[in-house]
C-alpha cells in the first residue's frame, strides 16, 4: 500500500479535524502554562465621570504563550471553561490582582478599586467564597476595595449561584454585573441579585453618539441604576465625543481606550501618578 502521511494521520484520527487538534495542544500549553507563571494581568483604569479622578482598575488576563506570544482572554477562556480550568485561572487573577492592590494602596492609592471577572461557571463552585475571604486576609484589604465583575448567563441565575452571590456580596466586596443589556439580561435578575454596579454593554456605548436609540437605552439604565442606588459604568469610551455625552447622560464611571488601554501595572499611570508594582 502507498503511504501518504497527511491520510494515514486522518485514518487513526477520523473525528478529529486540524481546528480540534490545534485546541487539545493549546489546552495541555495551558495546563502547562498556568504552573509555569505564563498567565499575565493588565490592568485598564476607571474614571469618575463628573470629577476625572482615576478610581482603580479592571484586571484582565492575557497568557505570555512562549512561542505564539501575548494571547487575548479570547483566545483561552472558552477552552479553559470547556475543560473544567477556569476556575485556577480566577483564582490566579484575584490573588495577583489583591497583590497589586495592596501594592497601590501602599504607595497612598487607599479608595482605588480594583475589578476581577469571574467566569459564571465559576460562580456556582464552592470554593469561590473562601478563596475570596483568604485573599482579602493574605493582603489585608478591605473588601470594598475590591470588585467582582460577573456576566450574565444561565450559569448565575439558579438558586445556588444566587446563595453564592449573597455570601460574597454579604463579605463586603462589590459586585458588578457586565455586559449589561446583552445576552440573558433580565430585569428581576438585578432585583434578585446582591448586586452595587452595572457595567453597560459596549455594544450600547459604540454607537451611542450616532443618534439612534443607543443613548436612550443608557439614559434609561442610568435612571434605573439611581432607583435602584447602583453605581453605572460606560466601557469601551473610545473618543471624547462619547465620553462627553456619556457623562451628561449621567454615567458615574468611564473606562476605554481613550481614557487608558490595558496594560501591565509597571505602565499604569493615571494622572502623572508614578508606577508601582506589586
Ligand atoms: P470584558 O470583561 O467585557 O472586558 C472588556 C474588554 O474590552 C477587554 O478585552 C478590554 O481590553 C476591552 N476594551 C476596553 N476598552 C475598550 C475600548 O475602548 N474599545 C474596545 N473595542 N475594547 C475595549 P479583553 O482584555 O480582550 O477581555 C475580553 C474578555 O475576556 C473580557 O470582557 C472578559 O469577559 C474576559 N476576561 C478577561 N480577563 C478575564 C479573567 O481574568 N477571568 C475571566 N473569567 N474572564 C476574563
Ligand atoms: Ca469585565
Ligand atoms: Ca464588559
Ligand atoms: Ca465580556
Known sequence: AKHNGRNDYSFFEPAMNVDARAQLKLLHELRLGIEREELVLHFQPKFCASTGAPMGAEALVRWQHPELGLLAPDR???????????????????????????????????????????????????????????????????????????????????????????????????????????????LSYIKRLPVRELKIDRSFISEVCAGGIDAAIVASVVTLGRALNLRVVAEGIEDAEQQALLSELGCDVLQGFWLGRPVPASQFLASGQPAVEA
Open 76 to 186: 483561552f477562556i472558552g477552552l479553559a471553561e470547556q475543560a473544567g480550568l477556569i476556575t485556577r485561572i480566577d483564582e490566579w487573577v484575584l490573588n495577583a490582582a489583591a497583590r497589586q492592590l495592596q501594592a497601590w494602596r501602599a504607595a497612598g492609592h487607599t479608595t482605588w478599586q480594583v475589578a476581577v471577572n469571574i467566569s459564571g461557571l465559576h460562580v456556582r463552585h464552592h470554593g469561590l467564597v473562601g478563596h475570596v475571604r483568604d485573599v482579602l486576609a493574605r493582603y489585608d484589604l478591605p473588601a470594598q476595595n475590591l470588585a467582582i465583575e460577573i456576566t450574565e448567563t444561565m450559569a448565575v441565575r439558579d438558586a445556588e449561584a444566587i446563595a453564592m452571590l449573597e455570601e460574597l456580596a454579604a463579605l463586603g466586596v462589590c459586585l458588578s454585573i457586565d455586559d449589561f443589556g446583552s445576552g440573558y439580561s433580565s
